[in-house]
């Protein structure tokens, strides 16, 4: 028997809800197709402002707010074990218990076997996945609330850019235009993305060389005040470093002097400390339409709780990447996300019933979602370099 159809009432609390969380669309992107006829069931999107540094992991556990993510993307250094953890094997094996609670989340996302694919294949794979997931949504009608996560997009603007987002966002406006006939319409439907995603090439920052030049060199655990730890993994538009604690303003300062670099910050005291190549007495006294919300985001990223924080990070220029350098072979980069700067930090959030405010930080988001699951609580911040 079909399910008699009616979309929900505009400002109504529609008992059942779905979330689609399409990573890596920046709000230029989804707006533009709103503004060419697609996802006309949904409200005009909001400014969705990431968190800093824009990464998948430190914005989905601020967006379905779940404990937070051991990594800001993927690796992370535990210090007091001298290590550095996660990646690529832990994705495999889905150990994502400690790595990245936000997937207990997701009711559906692609098999973590998929991630390797999507950078050879990226269009193919998300077709897939939005098939796979069509099927899901069908197959789950009766479940009250289902958060489903299309995965792969990051990899198609990372590797194709924004006019293979454009394309494949209107795929998925036909998928889901399909589903909320089918009866998914009497739900609440969100719609959102977890970061931006800059628009052309871009070329490796020189980490080894940059720090080589201030007496410091990358190390795999810190044995000594010159050894720096970075637990590179995906080819991002940030830097996160573990240096030995008293040491990141001298390293902040070798990497400023490079080329390729945007800003460096830091905790010192209670406050936060930044510098950049230009030297200006406040390096996060940026213009908020490039870089929305700046001094907050920073202060906040710099104060993410995981167990296992980073003392000093790195907002690269745009048309720059640092990453794992195994993957440089296999990716083109026509675009990346990770650094502060308005393409690479703001994405969307859009709404079946509720016209949202204009611009949302990304913790301000979950209210709207219309889950009942209750927020976790996030854990307060344990600096990685106690002031002594
Ligand atoms: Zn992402």
């Known amino acids: 028997m079909k399910r008699a159809t ?22 230029d992107v989804f707006a533009d197709g709103q503004r060419e006829g697609r996802f006309g069931g949904f409200f005009p999107a909001s400014r969705m402002l990431a968190p800093f540094p824009s990464l998948t992991d430190v914005s989905f556990t601020a967006l379905l707010r779940t404990a937070p993510s051991a990594a800001y993307e993927d690796r992370y250094y535990d210090r007091e074990a001298g290590e550095v953890r996660g990646g690529l094997g832990d994705r495999i094996v889905g150990d ?18 998929w ?4 950078y050879l294949v990226p269009g193919r794979v998300a077709e897939a996945e939005l098939i796979a997931a069509a099927k899901f ?5 009766d479940a009250p609330e289902l958060v489903v996560y299309l995965g792969s997009t990051d990899g198609l603007g990372h590797e194709e850019g924004r006019d293979a987002l454009r394309g ?28 931006g995603m800059s628009d052309g090439g871009s070329r490796r920052f020189d980490l080894e060389r940059a720090l080589a030049a201030g007496g410091y060199r990358l190390a795999e655990r810190i044995d000594g005040p010159a050894d720096v730890v970075v637990p590179a993994f995906g080819l991002i538009g940030s830097i996160q470093l573990y240096t030995r ?19 460096a910050a830091w905790i010192e005291g209670d406050g936060v400390r930044a510098l950049d190549a230009a030297g200006s007495a406040d390096p996060l006294d940026r213009p908020g339409d490039r870089y929305p919300d700046l001094r907050r985001r920073v202060a906040a990223g710099l104060r993410y709780p995981t167990p296992y924080p980073a003392n000093l990070f790195v907002s ?6 640092y990453g794992l350098a195994l993957f440089e072979p296999f990716v083109s980069l026509a675009g990346t996300h990770g650094a502060a700067t308005h393409d690479q930090s703001v994405g969307f959030v859009a709404s079946n019933v509720d016209r949202m405010p204009p611009s949302l930080d990304a913790a301000e988001v979950y209210p709207w979602l219309g889950l009942s699951r209750a927020p ?3 854990p307060s911040f344990r600096p990685p370099c106690p002031a002594d």
């Open 137 to 141: 949504i069908r197959e789950n009608d």
């Open 245 to 263: 604690c008293g040491e990141e303003e001298a390293v902040a300062r070798a990497l400023v002097a490079a080329e390729g670099v945007d800003f």
């Open 316 to 321: 690269l220029r745009t048309g720059w990447h």
């Open 6 to 27: 009616r979309a929900p009432a505009p400002g109504s609390d529609p008992e059942r809800t779905l979330i689609l969380a399409i990573d890596g669309i920046p709000y």
């Open 376 to 378: 976790v609580p996030l």
């Open 96 to 113: 994502y218990a400690e790595l990245a609670p936000f997937h207990a989340a997701f009711d559906w996302e692609p098999p973590p076997t």
């Open 115 to 118: 991630g390797g694919a999507v």
């Open 168 to 195: 494949h966002l209107e795929r998925i406006d036909d998928v889901l235009t399909v589903l909320l006939a089918e009866g998914v319409g009497s739900r609440r439907v969100v719609l959102l993305s977890d970061h």
